[in-house]
């Protein structure tokens, strides 16, 4: 059983800056691959990032690409979303999650485990 903690979100202005980060416990995070997804309220679920658990496949959604980076450090059990250039479209609860021996796929259907999320709300 895997636990996922996701920190680093609040209230950044437009143009602004944050990262994130998914902390795992409970299992070989090395094997995972690990997604960055999000809902806005009213919204479904959308994928974010993804990374492949080997590290070396990012998958990126149209709409973060070129601002957003995913990143993961196995040696303390962590994966990083960095987010520039925040437009207040970005607005939305960040959930982590994992997927064994994942290779960075945007769909959450794959993923076994998700973190309860942490807010990142860009004002204009």
């Known amino acids: 059983q895997v636990q996922l903690v996701e920190s680093g979100g609040g209230l950044v202005q437009a143009g602004g800056s944050l990262r994130l980060s998914c902390a795992a416990s409970?299992?070989?995070?090395?094997?995972?691959?690990m997604g960055w997804f999000r809902q806005a309220p009213g919204k479904e679920r959308e994928f974010v990032a993804a990374?492949?658990?080997?590290?070396?496949?990012?998958n990126y959604a149209g709409s973060v690409k070129g601002r957003f980076i995913i990143s993961r450090d196995n040696a303390k059990s962590t994966v990083y979303l960095q987010m520039n250039s925040l437009k207040p479209e970005d607005t939305a609860v960040y959930h982590c999650?994992?997927?064994?021996?994942?290779?960075?796929?945007?769909?959450?259907?794959?993923?076994?485990?998700w973190g309860q999320g942490t807010q990142v709300t860009v004002s204009s």
């Open positions: 999650a994992a997927d064994w021996l994942g290779d960075g796929g945007s769909s959450y259907s794959r993923y076994d485990y």
């Open positions: 409970g299992g070989t995070f090395s094997r995972y691959g």
């Open positions: 990374i492949s658990w080997g590290g070396s496949t990012s």
